[in-house]
């Protein structure tokens, strides 16, 4: 009878255990806005809420900012700055973690955020994104 009321305990407080130790709510708040310009002379990986500025002179450059380290289903509200709202290429709709835009050579710092809405909780993130403007070979 022992041995029955212990393989008993044992199994609820697996089962309380794992009630307790699940859902999405618990991963909530763990979310990063990585970014990376392009193109760049070397590689930027979208880890960081920081991009630095790139060191390849162009015409022009994408930005692309990417929701990281996220659990479950969220919606997306985009804030991307004037002018660049009308620049976007890709991404930065209400079911899209990512959001990509142009960008011309001019020097400028580029604050892009999201609100994430998961269930009843909300969230802002945000990240920044810096361009150097070039001219000829050196930055202005």
């Known amino acids: 009878m022992r041995k029955l009321l212990s393989l008993f305990a044992i199994a609820a407080m697996t089962i309380l255990f794992g009630v307790l130790s699940t859902g999405s709510a618990a991963a909530f708040g763990s979310e990063q806005l990585g970014c990376r310009v392009a193109p760049a002379s070397i590689y930027q990986p979208i880890d960081s809420p920081s991009c630095a500025y790139t060191y390849a002179p162009n015409p022009t450059y994408s930005i692309s900012f990417v929701v990281q380290n996220g ?12 002018p660049y709202s009308g620049r976007i290429i890709n991404g930065c709709g209400s079911s899209d973690n990512w959001c990509q835009f142009s960008a011309g050579n001019r020097e400028d710092d580029i604050t892009v955020s999201v609100t994430l809405t998961q269930g009843s909780q909300q969230r802002t993130i945000s990240a920044d994104a810096y361009i150097a403007q070039w001219c000829g070979n050196y930055v202005c």
């Open 71 to 82: 659990s479950g289903t969220y919606s997306y509200a985009w804030s991307v700055p004037s």
